[in-house]
């Protein structure tokens, strides 16, 4: 599932062919993308539009077009856009240079909202806390949004109004990186731990940026090199790359878990 730093170079890639550029034709083949929307209308929109600029909130892809309108892509499982013709394309773009992009969604929980724009600003402004690579999250708002809670800290940090992007794998690794046990009650951490999983958190997210995102082996986010840098995403067994003891791996909310039961403090 893309988290912050996979949607960031999808973000990079697409940006890089249609800013500044012209949508000569649109074609989306798959009504659940668009949905309640019909998609015949969203194509309507899109087409002619020209780009002005690509951005990223959270896990959201913002593409801006000129006239206002706002395409707001989520990829949820296994979206993503291509370049050269693939199976599975829900959707097609073609600029006014003869780039083709389609989007490609094998599991088709992907979606394209089309927005005007202080919509899509008010949508991303109540799913999203703050961009966690940004200035506005600090260590005091991390620990306002911790204050009181039972829940797993690990559960605390997925919530996208907490973390914005983050995922199961990069909380897994900020964990790693922060020396925290991913079980503790969020409430218990002090204001030095709060402060080292900001920095653990900004840490696995910006070298997922810098891996262009992890590939897991079904080729959707292929080219990502993050993988090869887990420290304790599914290392279960492995040793520590910091102490040596085996990796362990636990169910915290739900979500597979893996921590070093050594330096990962229980606080
Ligand atoms: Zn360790």
């Known amino acids: 599932m893309p988290?912050?730093?996979e949607v960031e170079t999808e973000r990079r890639r697409l940006a890089e062919r249609i800013e500044g550029h012209r949508i000569a034709a649109a074609r989306i083949d798959d009504a659940r993308l668009t949905r309640p929307e019909d998609p015949k209308v969203a194509a309507a929109v899109l087409e002619g539009g020209h780009v002005d600029a690509v951005e990223r909130r959270g896990k959201y892809i913002v593409v801006r077009l000129a006239d206002g309108h706002v395409l707001l892509v989520h990829l949820?499982?296994?979206?993503?856009?291509?370049?050269?013709?693939?199976?599975?394309?829900?959707?097609?773009?073609?600029?006014?240079?003869?780039?083709?992009?389609?989007?490609?969604?094998?599991?088709?929980?992907?979606?394209w909202q089309l927005l005007e724009e202080d919509e899509a600003a008010r949508?991303?402004?109540?799913?999203?806390?703050?961009?966690?690579?940004?200035?506005?999250?600090?260590?005091?708002?991390?620990?306002?949004?911790?204050?009181g809670r039972r829940a797993p800290v690990k559960a605390a940090i997925l919530d996208q109004?907490?973390?914005a992007g983050l995922g199961n794998i990069y909380a897994?690794?900020?964990?790693?990186?922060s020396k925290i046990d991913p079980r503790r009650?969020?409430?218990?951490?002090?204001?030095?731990?709060?402060?080292?999983l900001r920095e653990g958190i900004r840490h696995a997210l910006r070298l997922g940026i810098r891996r262009q995102g992890a590939d897991l082996g079904d080729g959707t986010y292929a080219g990502g090199r993050m993988q090869d840098e887990f420290r304790a995403y599914g290392r279960g067994g492995e040793p520590c790359s910091r102490c040596?003891?085996?990796?362990?791996k636990a169910q915290v909310a739900g979500r597979g878990t893996w921590f070093c039961p050594t330096c990962q403090t229980v606080g």
Do not use: C, Q, S
């Open 123 to 147: 949508l991303l402004g109540v799913k999203n806390g703050p961009e966690p690579l940004g200035r506005a999250f600090t260590a005091a708002f991390l620990a306002g949004r911790l204050a």
């Open 76 to 111: 949820r499982m296994t979206g993503g856009f291509r370049y050269t013709p693939v199976t599975h394309e829900r959707a097609v773009l073609e600029l006014d240079d003869g780039t083709r992009i389609a989007y490609r969604d094998t599991r088709r929980f992907g979606t």
């Open 244 to 248: 040596g003891t085996p990796i362990a």
């Open 185 to 196: 009650p969020a409430g218990d951490l002090d204001a030095g731990e709060v402060a080292a």
């Open 3 to 5: 988290e912050l730093p």
């Open 172 to 177: 897994v690794e900020a964990l790693w990186h």
């Open 161 to 163: 109004r907490t973390v």
